[in-house]
Nanobody, 126 residues
Framework: QVQLVESGGGSVQAGGSLRLSCVAS???????MAWFRQAPGKKREGVAT???????NYGNSVMGRFTISRDNAKNTLYLQMNNLQAMEPAMYHC?????????????????????WGQGTQVTVSS
């Protein structure tokens, strides 16, 4: 059982930046990892994925502004978020797969991830 703990959320003005972290209780080197977000009353949205080879994939709404990365030595996943928009406040969750490769539609397949963190809240003020 892998436990994931997110941190780094907070309040930021529109156009600002935040860096989220997700620390795993076990090694993540052989896991596809991802960030998802969910705002109240909205569907969960896939933000970004990174596989064991560090190949990344992003949702259309965050491409060019967000960067997902991993430090396997520290069992840590990151999400650098730049130019945050007023419509992006949400709870951000990290997730880990049991497999090294991310499936082709991983951003829309939350069920492909076996382990989830409790989330870290991001608020954006205009």
């Amino acid at each position: 059982q892998v436990q994931l703990v997110e941190s780094g959320g907070g309040s930021v003005q529109a156009g600002g930046s935040l860096r989220l972290s997700c620390v795993a209780s076990q090694g993540i080197a052989n896991s596809c990892m991802a960030w998802f977000r969910q705002a109240p009353g909205k569907k969960r949205e896939g933000v970004a994925t990174i596989n064991s080879d560090r190949h990344t994939n992003y949702g259309n709404s965050v491409m060019g502004r967000f960067t997902i990365s991993r430090d396997n030595a520290k069992n840590t996943l990151y999400l650098q978020m730049n130019n945050l928009q007023a419509m992006e406040p949400a709870m951000y969750h990290c997730a880990a797969s049991r497999f090294p490769g991310c499936i082709a539609n991983a951003l829309s397949a939350a069920s492909s991830f076996a382990y989830w963190g409790q989330g870290t809240q991001v608020t954006v003020s205009s």
